[in-house]
């Protein structure tokens, strides 16, 4: 068996209320926020490893998720600490 190379990799989802599709070899490992209205998350990648299209999208707190939520994933605070934006995986 030969030795996969990985690295994290991350990915920025925009709070939009819209699903976003990203390429991934495995799910995401860490959320956070660094730039207003984007929500950022950190996942493995390698180039040696079949990626498979998956939809995330931000929601807000006490906001309805969508009817093809499939897994919330983690959250992250805005800069004032009032809001706190949700990461969750979405059926396409």
């Known amino acids: 068996m030969g030795v996969v190379s990985a690295a994290i990799y991350r990915y920025e989802v925009p709070v939009d209320d819209r699903p976003h ?3 991934l070899v495995g799910d995401p490992l860490a959320v956070g926020r660094r730039k207003p209205m984007v ?6 990648h ?3 490893s079949e990626a498979q299209r998956r939809n995330f ?3 807000g707190t006490g906001q309805p998720l969508p009817a ?8 992250a605070y805005d ?6 934006w949700h ?4 059926k396409p």
């Open 21 to 23: 599709t990203f390429a």
């Open 39 to 44: 929500v950022e998350f950190w996942a493995l």
């Open 46 to 48: 390698s180039d040696e």
């Open 57 to 59: 999208q931000v929601v």
């Open 68 to 75: 093809n939520y499939v897994r919330h994933w983690g959250y």
């Open 79 to 84: 800069f004032e600490g009032e809001i706190v």
């Open 87 to 90: 990461l969750i995986e979405v």
